[in-house]
């Protein structure tokens, strides 16, 4: 089993940029696909960004293209979403999600843990 926390949540106005991190521990990162995920009030969950384990493919919402960036260190066992030009549809709890696949996917069940989540307000 493998334990996630994210941080780097937090309040911004539009326009502005957050960078959210991950940090896995509990099991060797190597070798696993991680992905972002964000659920807003009276919302379902949905897929943000997605990343495979050799950082080859990256995935994201259509919505999200062109300013959000997912990354990966896997020396640090972390893996980060940079948001820039955040608009307030953004506003939601992000959760950082981990899967026992090498491949990325979009899909929430596919994912085997999750994070706490972590809050990102974006006000207009």
């Known amino acids: 089993q493998v334990q996630l926390v994210e941080s780097g949540g937090g309040l911004v106005q539009a326009g502005g940029s957050l960078r959210l991190s991950c940090a896995a521990s509990?099991?060797?990162?190597?070798?696993?696909?991680m992905g972002w995920f964000r659920q807003a009030p009276g919302k379902e969950r949905e897929f943000v960004a997605a990343?495979?384990?050799?950082?080859?493919?990256?995935y994201y919402k259509d919505s999200v293209k062109g300013r959000f960036t997912i990354s990966r260190d896997n020396a640090k066992n972390t893996v980060y979403l940079q948001m820039n030009s955040l608009k307030p549809d953004d506003t939601a709890v992000y959760y950082c999600?981990?899967?026992?696949?090498?491949?990325?996917?979009?899909?929430?069940?596919?994912?085997?843990?999750w994070g706490q989540g972590t809050q990102v307000t974006v006000s207009s």
């Open positions: 999600a981990w899967r026992r696949n090498l491949v990325a996917s979009r899909l929430s069940y596919d994912y085997d843990s």
């Open positions: 509990g099991r060797t990162f190597r070798d696993y696909a």
């Open positions: 990343i495979s384990w050799s950082t080859a493919s990256t």
